[in-house]
């Protein structure tokens, strides 16, 4: 029987395939969330009203069903109607589309934070109200969001264990794998369940870096004590 | 004869069932400096911002210079290149050292280099004593320099008339001095000013005439002379002397 660590020499090369399929399941999931949240929160903020409405039940309704089921929908039940997807495409939009909800709804809330005062003074000056979105309030709400916003990567990197579903080969589907051949589930998944915590350790540090690269000197003293 | 900058009629304000204003009218020469002064809650704030297109009067009309900026499909953001606002909380733009903050009107409204604007953002900078904290970010600035910097990234416009609304209100006193200041030098430049304020120290000395609002009604204006001297109204009086108490002891016996 192999101890836990044992797993390393024979399934290594396997976790670390694996292990990159879920930094890029992550790291395309994360993106596609991020654009489409952020513009589902600029719609909540300062949309008309029937956009601020639609982007509002689309955050309902992926926030409000489980990203499984969302997955499933995607990968098995679309091609019903004609629309079929790759595994690792299925895997990035089910990813992207469920994130992107809760991005929304991080943004959303730094961006009121910002608030409208400061949307009068970049108004006052001249600037048009998307200029003055992208010049002074997002600059601002997107740092703002930063530190709550953090949770969503690391949260998103561990959510994506679950499309070994639909046999996308993640680390998860190695670990499975890895248990399978050996039959010793308790070592196999003690392995990857270390290989998840150092990614998380080493995207946390990352996070915590761009949060401190980016502070607003004159800021920083709050967020430091 | 004077020109007429800013003109006000008959303009009127609610929210909903609530009367902020009614049936104002105010006309600001060019090189005038007009002092608003009136109890809190009486619409001068709001009048101020609707002169600068942040909120749409109900009714009447303003006019800058020649053109009715109240007229429907009026480039608001064209005209607020030509209003300066100076907002009481500052709202100095947090992310952006001073010079930074002056400079984003100029790059991303009037499109000049980065250069061109770098020049004219000193040069204001300068004017409000600042230039040596150009490089710092409002969170490092006192008060009474982040208001500064406020007014300079306002000027950078080259605005036709500055509105301040309370512009020392939020300011620990010991700075509310170096703001009033770069006020007064530019009232002596010739800027044309619009000032809602406390400060009757800086009302008697520097505004050619005074306002005095109440109830969403202008109930008297004149020279500082007139209003401090020889109010007509009893009210007028009242609130001067109470308002001159509470922010300027040594005012009061002048």
């Known amino acids: 029987m192999l101890t836990w660590l044992g797993y390393f020499g024979r399934f290594g090369q396997n976790f670390l395939r694996g292990a990159g399929i879920t930094l890029e399941l992550t790291a395309v999931g994360l993106a596609i969330g991020f654009v489409l949240g952020l513009l589902l929160a600029l719609a909540r903020c300062f949309g008309p009203k029937w956009l601020q409405k639609l982007a509002g039940a689309y955050i309902a309704i992926f926030r409000g069903t489980p990203l499984l089921v969302q997955l499933f929908i995607i990968y098995y039940g679309l091609p019903e109607i004609g629309i079929a997807f790759s595994q690792s495409t299925a895997a990035y939009l089910a990813l992207g589309l469920n994130s992107a909800a809760y991005q929304a709804e991080y943004l959303r809330g730094s961006i009121n934070a910002i608030g409208a005062a400061q949307m009068q003074a970049g108004r006052a000056i001249g600037l048009s109200k998307w200029q003055a979105i992208g010049y002074v309030i997002l600059p601002q709400a997107l740092r703002l969001a930063l530190p709550s916003w953090s949770n969503e990567p690391i949260s998103l990197l561990k959510t994506t264990a679950i499309v070994f579903l639909i046999a996308v080969q993640d680390l998860m589907a190695e670990g499975k794998r890895a248990a399978t051949t050996t039959f010793d589930f308790v070592g196999a998944y003690l392995a990857i369940a270390v290989v998840y915590l150092l990614m998380v350790f080493a995207l946390d540090a990352l996070l915590k870096f761009i949060e401190r690269k980016t502070a607003i000197p004159g800021m920083d003293i709050e967020t430091q004590r | 004869m004077p ?252």
């Open chain 2, 3 to 254: 020109k007429p900058i800013l003109t006000i009629k008959n303009l009127s304000k609610k929210y909903g069932e609530n009367v902020i204003f009614q049936d104002l009218s105010l006309t600001v020469n060019e090189g005038d400096t007009i002092v608003i002064i009136g109890p809190s809650g009486t619409g001068k704030s709001t009048l101020l911002r609707c002169v600068n297109l942040l909120t749409r009067p109900n009714e009447g009309q303003i006019w800058l210079d020649d053109m009715e900026i109240t007229a429907k499909g009026t480039d608001e953001d064209q005209v607020r290149q030509h209003i300066g606002m100076v907002f009481q909380n500052f709202l100095l733009f947090n992310h952006l050292t001073a010079l930074d903050n002056v400079k984003l009107g100029l790059t991303k409204v009037k499109k000049m280099s980065d250069e061109a604007a770098t020049r004219k953002a000193m040069r204001e900078l300068t004017r409000v004593g600042l230039a040596d904290r150009a490089n710092h970010y409002p969170g490092q600035l006192s008060g009474g320099q982040q208001q500064r910097v406020g007014i300079a990234r306002a000027l950078a416009m080259d605005p036709r008339v500055m509105l301040f609304d309370e512009p020392t209100s939020a300011l620990d006193p010991e700075l509310i001095g170096e703001v009033l200041e770069v006020m007064r030098q530019l009232a002596l430049d010739g800027m044309t000013m619009l000032v809602v304020t406390h400060e009757m120290g800086f009302a008697r000395e520097v505004a050619d005439r005074i306002v005095f609002m109440e109830k969403g009604f202008i109930v008297e204006e004149g020279s500082p002379d007139e209003m401090f001297n020889h109010p007509k109204f009893p009210r007028t009086r009242e609130f001067l002397w109470k308002i001159t108490e509470l922010y300027g002891k040594k005012d009061k016996d002048a």
